[in-house]
C-alpha cells in the first residue's frame, strides 16, 4: 500500500475528502471528509470506531483545523458575492 497521500472521494456523502494516505480498510481512492467526521461524531459514533473505518486523522483523513480554514474560505467568498 502507498504511503503516498492521493487524491479521495468520501465513501459517505461522495464529496471531496482531500489528499491523504490511503486507509487499508477502504477501497482504493476512498476515504472520508470532516463534515462527514464531524456527522459520524454528532451521530454518537466513537473515535475507535472512526479510527478502525477511515484511519488516523490528519494522515488518513483531515483534521479540524484544516475543516475550519476551507469553511472559512467558503463564508468569506458567499459573502463576496
Known amino acids: 500500500?502507498?504511503?503516498?497521500?492521493?487524491m479521495k472521494k468520501c465513501s459517505c456523502c461522495g464529496g471531496y475528502a482531500g489528499r491523504w494516505v490511503q486507509w487499508p480498510n477502504r477501497?482504493?481512492?476512498?476515504?472520508?471528509?470532516?463534515?462527514c467526521i464531524h456527522w459520524l461524531k454528532?451521530?454518537?459514533t466513537s473515535d475507535e470506531e472512526i479510527e478502525s473505518n477511515y484511519g488516523t486523522q490528519g494522515v488518513h483523513y483531515g483534521t479540524?483545523?484544516?475543516f475550519n480554514v476551507a469553511e472559512d474560505a467558503r463564508v468569506e467568498a458567499m459573502l463576496r458575492g
Not at 27 to 35: E, F, I, Q, R, S
Open 42 to 44: 454528532g451521530r454518537h
Open 64 to 66: 479540524d483545523q484544516e
Open 1 to 6: 500500500m502507498s504511503k503516498r497521500p492521493t
Open 27 to 35: 477501497d482504493t481512492g476512498w476515504g472520508v471528509c470532516m463534515p
